[in-house]
């Protein structure tokens, strides 16, 4: 069992900036990936972003190119997404998954949710004036 926190969520206004981090346990390097997904209410869980750890590869949900960026700290075991010109179509939970074992490139950059191992709690992003 891999234990995952994530943090930074809130209010944004529409237009503005927000940053997630999630972090894994301390000094933890036995993984391939993480990835951000996220679920409005009534929706299926989607991808976000995902990027490896050995090489920092990334990869962005269809939804989400172009205001998401992922990025990560192995020193820290941690990965970030900051979302910029939040709409209120962003309004979800979003959450941080983990893949321990490798996979091939075309499966990893889907995003699919059945490929990650283990999942945070979520942390609710609400874009609202």
């Known amino acids: 069992q891999v234990q995952l926190v994530e943090s930074g969520g809130g209010l944004v206004q529409p237009g503005g900036s927000l940053r997630l981090a999630c972090a894994a346990p301390?000094?933890?390097?036995?993984?391939?990936?993480m990835a951000w997904f996220r679920q409005a209410p009534a929706k299926e869980r989607e991808g976000v972003a995902c990027i490896k750890r050995n090489d920092g590869r990334a990869y962005y949900g269809k939804s989400s190119q172009g205001r998401f960026t992922i990025s990560r700290d192995n020193a820290k075991s941690m990965i970030f997404l900051d979302l910029t010109s939040a709409r209120r179509e962003d309004t979800a939970v979003y959450y941080c998954?983990?893949?321990?074992?490798?996979?091939?490139?075309?499966?990893?950059?889907?995003?699919?949710?059945?490929?990650?191992?283990?999942w945070g709690q979520g942390t609710q992003v609400t874009v609202s004036s």
């Open positions: 301390e000094g933890y390097r036995d993984y391939y990936a």
């Open positions: 998954a983990i893949r321990l074992g490798p996979a091939d490139e075309d499966i990893f950059s889907r995003l699919w949710v059945s490929t990650y191992d283990y």
